[in-house]
């Protein structure tokens, strides 16, 4: 009668090891496809274009492609009459004109990530930004280099404007 009890006793004592172990796999296998589903989802990427555009990542140039994933170090390139939408999360654009070089200078790994400064650099040509932030999100910072001055960009629309000679123009409108 004792061993009856003992054996009953292992059993059920196992039975709840074995269902917390079960449950702890399960919400492994959960996390794990949640951080894949968010990790694959590049930050910035390339949505449309027109015309001839390139990217030039660690010295080597090619055609770039749409969807796109780009990262710090990348630079974009338009030929003459092209264009190009890269579109930075969900709700943020960049369209860049003709004749126009573009470079990514910093980039945040992903929307979570503790430094999201977003850092690019209009070299030549022009710009259209439109910069939405999600209320209630932490700061985001964004800035647009455009000769030797940095603009810190607020939420809105801008239009940047960079000649090969050096000349700078801008003009920002934002919104609530």
């Known amino acids: 009668m004792g061993s009856l009890h003992t054996y ?8 709840r090891w074995l269902r917390g172990v079960f449950l702890l796999c399960i919400l492994g296998l959960m996390s794990s496809m949640v951080w894949a589903a968010n990790k694959a989802k590049p930050l910035l990427r390339s949505d449309r ?3 001839t555009v390139t990217l030039e990542r660690g010295g080597v140039t ?8 780009l990262q710090g170090g990348d630079i974009i390139r338009t030929g003459s009459f092209a264009t190009v939408r890269l579109q930075l999360g969900t709700l943020s654009q960049i369209d ?5 070089m573009l470079r990514i200078v910093q980039l945040p790994y992903a929307s979570y990530a503790p430094d999201r400064l977003t850092l690019l650099h209009l070299a030549e040509g022009s710009a259209r930004v439109l910069w939405r932030r999600l209320e209630g999100f932490s700061p985001w910072p964004m800035q647009m280099l455009v000769g030797d001055k940095i603009n810190e960009l607020a939420p809105g629309e801008y239009f940047f404007n960079r000649a090969a000679a050096g000349t700078v123009t801008g003009a920002a409108y934002t919104f609530c």
């Open 96 to 100: 860049v004109s003709g004749h126009s």
């Open 49 to 51: 274009q027109q015309g």
């Open 62 to 69: 090619h055609p770039l492609a749409d969807g796109t994933p």
């Open 8 to 15: 009953c006793t292992i059993n059920a004592l196992s039975q």
